[in-house]
């Protein structure tokens, strides 16, 4: 998927936060603000937006001399998460349609997003996406490629939704190897993240080796890229991965809720929509 | 009230939106975007945010040669705020305090901003404010100038927004000077809006002799510097004026709704508020 022009105001407003977790002043939010306006000038628009949003990412923790600006907000949506783990468990032992159930809530984790900037009530979210209908609706084809799967790569999204996730790997008849970013971008799920919300328990952790947003293939390690290639079935979850990912094939399926215009209009939905897609 | 960093991604949302509805192409509008990005490189942030806005709206007219991106959205606004103008009317006939309510009106009327950048429904809003109590409360002392006023310098907003100070200036009873913009920027009235909505009818209309955001001192006409400075009771409209003149003494009654987190930030009360506060 293409950059947009409404993205930049959203590249902007995203590096101001990402400068002010990293505790700079005023002067030094200026200067961060500066570079991402020279940044944004000479931009390529047919890059995705993770693409331009791993150039603004990168800016300001090269700027700001922080490697993980996101660092504690990450830990606290964890922390988060896992207070409601044995909610979300109970949610899924009690359903009618558990693998159904464990769907929604990986997509209700995807609210924990610190890119769109909105704010949201995490339990709140739950109730709601357990019966909101889907915008977009590839559940019966992922029922049948879960079938005859041996194993699933699952693209993990922003730490705290890692619970999320966890609840529907553990609904899943299948092995799965669980992939996290290779370094700190945003609020993205680490290695750490996936560890301190248990996926280590429950899944193959491995990262993708890049610290970029999404999934950016050219930036990953060979040694994903070919995970990747050889995979029979690819969750993918989140906006990010479906904007670097969005023409790959009838392998992946995408898990997300809409949170933005743009990737709205690109999908054909409006914003708040849940989506389960297939590539 | 000087420009905070939070504001450079609302105005680069404002330039796009401006250059879209010039009906400007894809390849004018990133030319737009870019002049702007240029333009916040540089710009003095101890200026106030109508001023930078100003220039960035001028810079949208000139290179898009469009005097006035927004007046298909102002008449727009002026037709649906005058078939409320019945309803509202009905209120304040009905109110048990019709001051009170046309004052509530005119804030009501405030939402009818497009620089915020937010959907609204005018009749939920009108409902709403009705009954919602002041963040910021100085009817009192309101009340008691107009009580003593000879004239009142009511320094308007928005197209559409008119109809509502116009049911506020039925409701006084002292005469009144109607000031607009001298020149079309973002969808402030101008006086053609003014007319349009029948404020000539209930008020002497003037202009400030500019196109600049909200009430820029130095920018407007000598004559209605003079009006300014001589007024006993001055009722400012909205967020530009209150930016732009928050330093100014107490003859001024500011009269908005909170709308973007800078301004709540600077005035102490969440985004939602509606405010009545004396300089």
Redesign the interface.
């Known amino acids: 998927m293409k950059t947009y ?2 993205c ?3 590249f ?2 995203q590096a ?1 936060e990402a400068a002010r977790m990293t505790g700079a002043d ?1 002067r030094q ?2 200067g961060v ?2 570079r991402v ?2 940044l ?2 000479d931009v390529d ?1 047919s890059g995705t937006p993770p693409e331009i949003g791993d150039q603004v990412h990168r800016l300001v923790r090269q700027e700001l001399i922080d490697g993980d600006p996101y660092r504690a907000i990450k830990d606290t949506s964890t922390q988060q998460a896992l207070a409601l783990y044995p909610q979300l468990q109970a949610l899924v032992r009690e359903a009618s349609d558990p693998l159904d159930t464990a769907l929604r809530l990986s997509i209700a984790g995807n609210i924990i997003d610190l890119g769109p900037g909105r704010a949201y009530d995490l339990w709140e979210v739950v109730q709601r996406i357990l019966v909101q209908p889907f915008a977009l609706d590839d559940r019966i084809a992922l029922k049948e490629a879960l079938g005859r799967a041996d194993r699933v790569l699952y693209l993990a999204d922003n730490a705290g939704e890692t619970v999320f996730d966890r609840v529907l790997i553990e609904t899943l008849d299948v092995p799965v190897t669980y992939v996290v970013k290779g370094g700190p971008t945003l609020n993205d799920a680490t290695r750490e993240d996936a560890v301190a919300a248990g996926l280590d328990q429950v899944a193959e952790v491995v990262d993708n080796g890049t610290d970029a947003p999404g999934t950016i293939l050219a930036r990953c390690s060979s040694e994903f890229r070919q995970l990747y290639h050889a995979a029979d079935l690819i969750i993918a979850k989140g906006q990010a991965n479906y904007e670097t990912l969005s023409e790959a094939g009838s392998r992946v399926f995408f898990l997300l809720q809409v949170k933005c215009p743009v990737i709205g209009r690109d999908a054909g939905v409006p914003v708040g929509s849940i989506v389960l897609k297939r590539g």
Chains 1, 2 share one sequence.
């Open positions: 022009l409404d930049y105001p959203c902007l407003r101001l005023e939010q200026h603000l500066v306006l020279d944004l000038r628009l």
